[in-house]
C-alpha cells in the first residue's frame, strides 16, 4: 500500500473531520427515532501546503495521479494522531487467530486502525504449548516450541529423529529433523489492520498492542490545485483526504 509522501511545507491547522450518519424520524407527537448507520466514522482531512518546491509539487502531482485520483486508497500518517501505546485491542477466546488492531479516542471510543505502520511489541498471546521429542510422527502444520523458546511449524510432515536437532533461530529458515521439515515462524504476524497469530491466544486473555499506524483514505476530489506563485515556488490551499469503509 502506498504512503502519502510528507512535504515540509504543510501548514497549520490541519483539520479532521469525523463524519457520521443517522437516520432521524420524528413522529407528529414529537418523539424521535434514531438510527445510526455508520459503525465507525468516515474522516475527512483538509491539508494546506503554503510552499511547495518544485521538487515537491511533481511529487504530489505523481502521486496524485498513480492514485488516479479518489480512485485507489493509500495510507496517511496524521501527526500526533498515529501512536497506540499498550492498548487493549482484543480478548482471545481459545480458537481465533486473526484480530483487528483498534485505537483509543480517549477513554470514550475505540475504533479499527487504518493500517499498521510500526509494531513495537504485543503482549497477552500464546506459545505452543508442544515441545519436540524423539521418534515422533508430526502432522502438517503441528507447532511446537522449540528449545530456543522460538515456534517451529511442520511444513513437511514425517517421523522426527532420535536427538533435538539444531534448530534454525530465523523466520522462515527450515530445520531437517529426519523425514520431518520444520519451518521457524513469528509468534504473528500483520497485513493491513489486522494481526493473525501462529497461535489462538487462550481464552480470556488480554492482548494489547504498542506501535504506530495509518489513517487509510483516498483523494475526497477528481481535481488538485496547485498554484505557482514564484519561479519553482508552489502552493496548494487545500487537498483533502477521506477514509472509508
Request: proline share 5%; net charge negative.
Amino acid at each position: 500500500m502506498n504512503v502519502f509522501p510528507s512535504f515540509i511545507g504543510i501548514s497549520w491547522p490541519v483539520v479532521k473531520r469525523p463524519i457520521t450518519n443517522t437516520v432521524i424520524h420524528q413522529s407528529v407527537s414529537g418523539r424521535e427515532y434514531r438510527t445510526a448507520l455508520y459503525q465507525y466514522p468516515i474522516y475527512e482531512f483538509d491539508l494546506e501546503f503554503e510552499y511547495l518546491s518544485q521538487s515537491d509539487v511533481e511529487t504530489m502531482a505523481g502521486f496524485y495521479l498513480q492514485q488516479l485520483g479518489p480512485l485507489n486508497p493509500f495510507y496517511f500518517d496524521n501527526q500526533n494522531d498515529d501512536t497506540v501505546s499498550n492498548f487493549n485491542f482484543a480478548t482471545g477466546n481459545g480458537t481465533q487467530t486473526v484480530f483487528t488492531l483498534t485505537k483509543p479516542n480517549g477513554d470514550f471510543f475505540a475504533e479499527p486502525i487504518g493500517g499498521v505502520n510500526t509494531i513495537e511489541s504485543v503482549t497477552g498471546y500464546s506459545m505452543p504449548s508442544g515441545t519436540w521429542a524423539a521418534d515422533t510422527v508430526e502432522n502438517l502444520g503441528t507447532t511446537i516450541t522449540d528449545s530456543n523458546g522460538n515456534i517451529q511449524q511442520v511444513t513437511t510432515q514425517g517421523t522426527t529423529g532420535a536427538t533435538e536437532p539444531t534448530w534454525a533461530t530465523t523466520v522462515g529458515a527450515t530445520t531437517s529433523d529426519n523425514t520431518v521439515v520444520w519451518t521457524m515462524v513469528a509468534p504473528y504476524t500483520t497485513n493491513g489492520n489486522q494481526i493473525t497469530f501462529a497461535v489462538a491466544p487462550a481464552s480470556g486473555s488480554q492482548l494489547y498492542w504498542t506501535g504506530t499506524y495509518y489513517y487509510l483514505v483516498r483523494f475526497k476530489d477528481d481535481k488538485m490545485e496547485l498554484s505557482q506563485f514564484l519561479d519553482q515556488f508552489y502552493e496548494n490551499r487545500q487537498l483533502s483526504l477521506r477514509t472509508f469503509f
